[in-house]
């Protein structure tokens, strides 16, 4: 048995705005199990990159490690991938969006990658507000290992062996919204009509933001007694507000009733539009997201959608105030000072 | 009693408390001993704590140019009432008590082989200093008045350093000379001829720089063109950072006064590393520095980098271990640790600095090297070496050298190759692949860089053929990698000599005094001077024209020795083992002592000395 994807392509496939076709975005075959959810994200991220006509080259994807960071091999074969060391993807983009700061970073990390054994370098990356999109494919277990919870598995929720988790959960996004996130979303694998506009959006979001996927794993986690299986999800999902996310290089064709539609513009002239009902959240206001988050949980819903935006924020190079030319680029004259230079700094330790 | 008498060979020990204001001081009188051209080696032996704390300042003067630790003191400046005893009693014979005589001594300070100076440096203060907070902090200059009318130092030369210093605060400057000249004034009135140590103006010291080896380092990561940084604090590495911004700050700015460099502290030693290793995955030049915890932290980012062969720079700084050990003390213990970090089969470069000068360029150069090799270069610096001030040659730079980036192809190069490009296809049979960046093409070069075993084209594999073949590819690179480190410095090699020494870093200052005084006891050694790791053939061969060599080193382990042993297959019985770790620098007196006990113990068991030799 083979896993080769066919390298024939039909010549009427469409195209984006750059020319590219859907196919360009794709990645090698998965080796993930048939029906596992992260598939799905990694279909749902070649459609947002698709529409949002990125060059493949000119995005990087990083991962830790775990059935979720497997995934940066099944979707952008023509970007450079960085399958890292378990929890410590944060800190490799951070250093790699230092080098560069043009190119798009996609992080992809899991539960237990990013929730237990990365937490801390999760937390910190959200601080420095780099510029990423950082998704979580969340399953509420060890997949790769066979199914032990991890520390986003519900309190009370049980997997295929059938012992209720006895711990707290973390939420990531209620984490993230209270270190700073200017842009906190959480998705469901098995919506992609939602799924892909939030993750345009947090594409085109400057800064760090979060794309917290629930991605039910179907061989561990997939149960009666799950809340993080299909049919659990189903039943308990709840959205902010339903929403547009209109791109800078789209033409906007459509009108919109003015009184019924808040927008945001995001750093790069994108629009997102959100309809309102009347118990709808205020996403720019960090209480009330964290609110509407916990008014959910005690309904025992989850609540999905675009949770937070802040578009004021600057991101790690702002900060830093470092120099506009990616520093990998700079020149050797850029970079040493040369030896009249040096004479003239010694010349102080004497 | 015969009081001890020198010129420009003695050593002044300043005791003190933490956080009072001493360290200024304590170099004020140190940097006027160097721009008298007197060689001389200060060293601050001081607690993991912010205040309050004793905390001793060491200056070797020798005209000879001996840097290294000397041990013991001739002239100790107490004014630490905490560890006034301890000063008192461990003063050599014949040496100078000096102490703020105030309060007088207590009574069982009782000793007759020593000359007593009393100075009373607060009441002084509290006479003449107007300023009520000044006092505590000019007591410390006064003393270093004293100091100049006992010991003969030019009174212009430290006049010229305060105002110099103040530059900026010239109101500082004129109280700081007045309490020079007061301590000036009272030990000439009252100590004439008291005092036998002189100071004299010498020619030893021409154009030489004196800097602590890790602003050293950081400037020399500066040319070398580093612009990403992820870093943690930790003592004694963290002044290679504050150095590099420092001079990035100065020396990296654009039109738009933005700054050349991203330096980031990091939320730990794990992720300060990943940072390094991230920006230089994608074609920056990124570093670190830590200490032997941080080393410890970061092996497994050590192991990436080494499997996913991506260069990075990691500056070890070392301290006293284990664990937290002795955080403010010195110590060559992370050698073994640092050459094999990481599980699985590893191994890293190292580089051995030994003096300021090197640990610039060796820090400029390790960025050439960890591109060159695509693999981590860690510079394997100390405590003793880093953050005190020592004499060095004047850096230097060539305008013409070029960085060397190492086999990086361009997305168009690859499309014009004759063959199928992969990440690790050793195409040239020195076990070094070609790499590309992200970014730089739409259609040639992207690959998956990965942790986990991957093939020729960069590809997930569990092929145990595949796999073993790629890491004996590894083990071909680490062989060219011989090459392209820094060589031995054979410091003296001659013909039909059976004895030799071997040593690195900061143990070299004392080693070289030691093969001085065993030249001039007529017992001939050859020396070496390691500075890297993988070893090269010369290091072998050296060893084998020898029949004993002693391996000298400050750990308890011998690490050095086993590595050596374990690189080279040399039968231990031929390597002798000279250590310290106490946490203060090796002195010269300790290997002397060392060898000739090992001497002695070998002379009494001749078979074993011979099995040793004949290897």
């Known amino acids: 048995m083979t896993y080769r994807r066919p390298t024939f392509r039909h010549p009427d496939l469409p195209k984006n705005e750059r020319g590219y076709t859907k196919r360009e975005y794709e990645g090698g075959i998965s080796t993930l199990c048939a029906g596992c959810g992260h598939d799905s994200i990694s279909s749902a991220i070649i459609q947002a990159c698709y529409e949002l006509a990125l060059e493949p080259h000119r995005v990087a994807k990083m991962s830790g490690i775990g059935c979720s960071s497997k995934t940066p091999a099944y979707f952008l074969g023509k970007s450079h991938g960085f399958n890292s060391v378990h929890g410590r993807m944060p800190s490799v983009a951070t250093g790699a969006n230092m080098a560069n700061r043009d190119l798009t970073y996609i992080g992809v990390s899991g539960d237990g990658d990013t929730a237990s054994i990365g937490m801390g370098q999760f937390a910190h990356v959200v601080r420095r507000n780099l510029d990423m999109t950082y998704i979580v494919m969340n399953n509420g277990c060890y ?95 709840e959205a902010t507000a339903t929403f547009d996310f209109i791109p800078l290089m789209q033409e906007i064709t459509t009108e919109y009733d003015k009184g019924s539609a808040t927008s945001v513009t995001m750093h790069d002239g994108s629009i997102l539009n959100f309809y309102k009902s009347d118990d709808s959240v205020d996403v720019t206001s960090r209480r009330a997201a964290i609110d509407a988050l916990e008014k959910h949980r005690e309904q025992n819903q989850i609540l999905t959608g675009l949770l937070h935006v802040n578009e004021d924020l600057g991101d790690t190079h702002a900060i830093l105030k470092t120099t506009q030319s990616p520093l990998n680029a700079l020149s050797e004259q850029e970079l040493c000072p040369g030896a009249a230079t040096l004479q003239h700094i010694i010349q102080k330790y004497r | 009693m015969t009081p001890i008498q020198g010129t420009n060979d003695f050593v002044i020990r300043f005791a003190n408390v933490n956080g009072s204001g001493s360290a200024s001081a304590n170099n004020l009188f140190a940097k006027a001993i160097f721009r008298m051209g007197i060689p001389v080696s200060p060293k601050n032996i001081f607690p993991s704590n912010i205040q309050g704390l004793p905390t001793w300042f060491e200056v070797r003067v020798n005209e000879q140019g001996y ?77 270093v008045g004293a100091l100049a009318a006992l010991l003969d130092i030019e009174l212009s030369v430290l006049t010229d350093a305060i105002t110099t210093q103040f530059k900026k605060k010239p109101k500082l400057a004129a109280p700081n000379i007045q309490a020079l000249e007061l301590g000036y004034t009272y030990a000439t009135d009252n ?35 580093a612009t990403v940084v992820g870093w943690y604090p930790i003592t004694p590495s963290t002044s290679v950072i504050e150095a590099f911004s420092s001079f990035a700050s100065q020396y990296r700015r654009d039109d738009e006064n933005n700054i050349r460099a991203g330096i980031i502290q990091a939320e730990d030693e794990l992720a300060a590393l990943g940072i390094a290793i991230g920006a230089c995955w994608n074609g920056a030049r990124g570093f670190t520095a830590t200490s032997g915890p941080g080393v410890s932290l970061m092996s497994e980012f050590l192991g990436l980098a080494y499997f996913a062969e991506i260069p990075v720079v990691l500056i070890d700084v070392q301290r006293t271990g284990p664990s937290t050990g002795m955080p403010t003390r010195t110590q060559q213990s992370d050698v073994a640790p640092a050459a094999y970090a990481s599980h699985g089969d590893t191994k890293h470069i190292l580089l051995f600095p030994s003096a300021p000068k090197e640990c610039f360029e060796m820090a400029a150069q390790s960025f050439d090297l960890a591109e060159q090799l695509q693999t981590p270069v860690i510079i394997m610096s100390d405590l003793d070496l880093g953050m005190n001030d020592n004499i060095s040659k004047p850096f230097v730079w060539d305008d013409n050298r070029r960085y060397r980036r190492g086999k990086v192809l361009s997305g168009e190069e690859i499309l014009s190759l004759p063959e199928k490009w992969g990440r690790y296809r050793d195409v040239d049979g020195d076990g070094i692949c070609y790499r590309t960046l992200p970014g730089n093409h739409p259609e040639a070069g992207a690959y998956f860089t990965r942790g986990s075993s991957h093939d020729e084209y960069a590809g997930y594999t569990e092929d145990n053929a595949t796999y073993a073949a790629n890491m004996a590819r590894l083990a071909r690179k680490w062989q060219t990698a011989r090459q392209y480190v820094p060589a031995p410095v054979v410091e003296m090699h001659d013909k039909g000599i059976d004895d030799a020494m071997i040593f690195f870093g900061t143990t070299t200052q004392s080693a070289m005094e030691a093969l001085d005084t065993l030249k001039r006891d007529h017992k001939r050694f050859n020396a070496m001077r390691l500075r890297a790791f993988p070893f090269q053939e010369e290091v072998f061969e050296f060893i084998h024209d020898h029949e004993r060599i002693f391996v000298i080193e400050q750990n308890r382990d011998a690490q050095m020795r086993t590595l050596i042993i374990n690189e080279g297959n040399i039968h231990p019985q031929k390597l002798f083992s000279v250590v310290n770790y106490d946490g203060l620098p090796i002195t010269a007196a300790h290997i002397l002592k060392s060898i000739e006990t090992a001497l002695s113990t070998a002379a009494a068991e001749p078979e074993t000395a011979h099995k040793g030799g004949s290897q």
Request: charge should be neutral; hydrophobic fraction near 35%.
């Open chain 1, 143 to 237: 997949g790769l290992t066979k199914g032990q919870d991890s520390a986003t598995a519900d309190r009370g929720s049980a997997g295929k062996k059938g012992v209720p988790n006895p711990f707290e959960s973390i939420d990531l996004c209620e984490v993230a919204i209270q270190l700073g996130s200017g842009f906190v979303a959480r998705g469901f694998s098995g919506d992609k009509e939602q799924l892909v506009p939030l993750l345009k959006a947090a594409i085109s979001h400057k800064g760090f933001s979060l794309v917290d996927v629930i991605s039910p794993c179907v061989t561990f986690n997939n149960t009666q007694q799950s809340t993080k299986s299909y049919s659990w999800v189903r039943d308990h999902i």
């Open chain 2, 67 to 143: 840097l290294g630790r000397r041990g013991g003191y001739d002239f100790v400046v107490a004014v630490n009432g905490q560890t006034m005893r301890d000063d008192y009693e461990g003063l050599n014979s014949g040496g100078y008590f000096f102490y703020d005589s105030t309060r007088p001594l207590p009574e069982n300070y009782q000793r007759e082989d020593i000359i007593v100076i009393g100075v009373p440096l607060t009441q002084l203060c509290n006479q003449e200093i107007s300023n009520p907070k000044l006092r505590q902090l000019l007591k410390n200059i006064v003393y």
């Open chain 2, 191 to 225: 100590f004439t001829d008291t005092c036998r140590l002189r100071v004299r103006r010498s020619d030893m010291l021409t154009d030489e720089i004196i800097i602590d080896g890790n602003s050293a380092t950081g400037l020399g990561a500066l040319y070398g063109g």
